[in-house]
């Protein structure tokens, strides 16, 4: 094993003892899911979401948990644990260390997709078991493979909050955006339910092509095709990292020039 892999194995073991030592991280990303899985999810859990559909009420709530899971994961992991980081003066210490800067990010990342794996699967069982919800082997796959890799845009708003937001503040302004935003994408109420301003609104926030994709893997029609949504992700996904690179370099500048 070479030198740079080797590091990159222990700082990513590092960050996952240092999120399997933080409960409330836990709770947040796989516990509160499951808690709105049960609200929204059980009740007609097996009744169908339309005469004209075969998709359950438990199967149509359960991806847009898993949206919503995964994209939590992703913000908050990024955002909260590097601000937490930046107000213990890691950074400072990250400098004069020998891990590159590329290793430290990229150990986050790694570790970011396992525990949205994590979530994930732990949302899947519970779904299963609790609201009957069966899908195919391709199903799940697709479900899966789909939300993880169209969470590359929070990774970006989640390093962009984390050199923004300070560690106190962090937990309270991630909140403040991100939540709404799921709220108003259709997540836990349906886009034709919400007032007419933010049911205009809805098409165009980050949340809402991600969790089309979702839909749209457990066999829900949607409004645009996985080819326009994933090119909307793929937009944000450049706006996100533009911030996250201005955020960084602000930070940078602040503290060492």
């Not at 095709?225 to 370099?249: C, E, K, M, Q």
Request: net charge positive.
């Amino acid at each position: 094993m070479n030198r740079t892999l080797r590091m990159l194995v222990m700082q990513t073991r590092a960050e996952m003892v240092r999120f399997w030592r933080v409960p409330v991280f836990g709770f947040f990303s796989i516990g509160l899911p499951l808690i709105i899985f049960t609200f929204f999810g059980l009740k007609e859990a097996t009744h169908p979401i339309s005469p004209n559909l075969s998709v359950t009420v438990g199967t149509y709530v359960m991806a847009s948990m898993a949206a919503y899971a995964v994209g939590n994961v992703m913000v908050f992991s990024f955002g909260m644990a590097l601000a937490v980081e930046r107000g213990q003066k890691q950074d400072r210490l990250l400098r004069a260390s020998p891990l590159p800067p590329a290793i430290y990010l990229l150990a986050k990342v790694i570790n970011a997709v396992l525990f949205g794996l994590l979530a994930l699967v732990v949302l899947f069982v519970f779904a299963h078991f609790a609201a009957s919800v069966n899908l195919g082997a391709n199903q799940w796959v697709t479900l899966t493979a789909r939300l993880l890799l169209g969470s590359i845009p929070f990774i970006g708003l989640g390093l962009g909050f984390g050199y923004l937001a300070g560690p106190n503040s962090a937990p309270a302004v991630i909140n403040f955006v991100y939540l709404p935003i799921a709220f108003a994408s259709g997540i836990f109420i349906p886009v034709s339910q919400l007032p007419d301003f933010i049911r205009s609104l809805a098409p165009y926030l980050p949340l809402n092509p991600f969790v089309q994709l979702g839909w749209n893997a457990i066999g829900v029609p949607t409004d645009r095709s996985v080819t326009t949504n994933a090119l909307y992700l793929v937009a944000y996904s450049i706006g996100f990292f533009l911030l996250a690179v201005w955020a960084y370099r602000r930070d940078q500048s602040l503290k060492f020039s």
